[in-house]
């Protein structure tokens, strides 16, 4: 089925359905098809005969999956619309689909205008979900210009060749030393700008919806952000009592890491708590006197949401500098990896 620009393959999710019998479905929605949700539910509704609720919760990433709030309401089954499917999230209280949402664009425009800003003959490609199916059409057109196109397997975490997570680059940094630059299929800067910082090679960003293609700007944010990290590693210094965050979102669960922090800073003399949340927000931090968090949840959060909280927050790298355990030199992109 079609809606607002994508494809989304609900007639094999509603199949799924039929034959398992579920009776009760959940369907998890990102923010931008919220607006069209209704003939999918409906679809939904007459082809499986079963109740269909849909979350009107946030939903950031298939890190993010409404699952166990639910396991009390007869719920079977959970379509995660949108996302691929993350390895440790995958069915753990209530059966879950992820059922993609690929854009209907066609990329072949913007990548012909990308090729001049590619930097040598090796381009590594890589993509979010929305584009994974049109990385063999970007093949075809870098080869058609004498150019040689690499998409790497990720780790355990990553579904499909060439994909990208805000919190983990693993087809790119795999195959960084053999490449001379990576092509980015896709929206905004999120993305190509965690690649630059994470495989340390050109970026060069092309952007269907927009037709823009972009090189510089992601360099000049890196650096932007490179600043802003190392003025949060110097805030941090001084400080003595540590909040730990603990993300309860199942994709974004680092407990191990956690407690190997908290063993981090009783070492080194310092008071620390273990906090858990699901939404991070500045008003659920509010209450506490801490003078610095380090954040193991979703690694985005201390990085891109970084000015709107009143205490500096880092991820765990970052403390290892601020410890004095690891020279800022050797600074690497927090991420999730498996
Ligand atoms: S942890 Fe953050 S970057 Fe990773 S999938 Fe979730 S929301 Fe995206």
């Not at 009143?310 to 927090?334: A, C, H, N, Q, S």
Request: aromatic content about 8%; charged content about 25%; overall charge negative.
């Amino acid at each position: 089925m079609e809606i607002s620009g994508y494809l989304i393959d609900i007639e094999n999710a509603a199949n799924t359905i039929k034959q398992q019998g579920y009776k009760t479905i959940a369907v998890q929605v990102p923010e931008g098809l919220k607006r069209s949700i209704f003939p999918l539910v409906e679809f939904l509704k007459k082809e499986t005969g079963a109740t269909v609720l849909v979350s009107a919760d946030a939903c950031f990433g298939a890190c993010d999956v409404v699952n166990y709030e639910l396991k009390n309401m007869d719920v079977d089954c959970v379509v995660h619309l949108g996302h691929t499917a993350i390895s440790d999230v995958e069915n753990f209280w209530i059966s879950t689909m992820f059922v993609n949402a690929q854009s209907t664009l066609d990329v072949s425009k913007v990548v012909e205008k990308a090729i001049p800003s590619l930097v040598g003959k090796k381009i590594g490609l890589v993509t979010t979900a929305q584009h994974l199916h049109t990385l063999e059409k970007v093949e075809t057109i870098l080869r058609n210009h004498n150019l040689e196109p690499f998409i790497a397997e990720g780790d355990e975490r990553i579904s499909t060749k060439g994909q990208i997570l805000g919190c983990n680059f693993s087809v790119g940094t795999k195959i960084a030393e053999n490449v001379d630059c990576f092509l980015f299929i896709g929206s905004g800067t999120f993305h190509p700008v965690g690649l630059l910082m994470s495989a340390r090679k050109p970026v060069i960003a092309a952007d269907p919806y927009t037709n823009a293609v972009k090189k510089q700007e992601i360099e000049d944010m890196k650096n932007n952000m490179l600043r802003q990290r190392y003025g949060a590693i110097v805030a941090c210094r001084s400080a003595r009592r540590f909040g730990i965050l603990i993300g309860v979102k199942r994709g974004q669960q680092r407990i191990k890491l956690a407690r190997e922090i908290q063993q981090m800073l009783d070492s080194a003399g310092k008071l620390s708590l273990l906090i858990t949340l699901d939404e991070f927000s500045p008003v659920s931090l509010q209450g506490f006197d801490i003078d610095c968090y380090v954040s193991t949840a979703c690694p985005r959060i201390a990085i891109d949401d970084y000015l709107q909280y009143k205490k500096p927050m880092i991820t765990p790298v970052e403390l290892e500098i601020v410890l004095g355990r690891r020279e800022w030199e050797t600074y690497v992109f927090d991420e999730i990896l498996e």
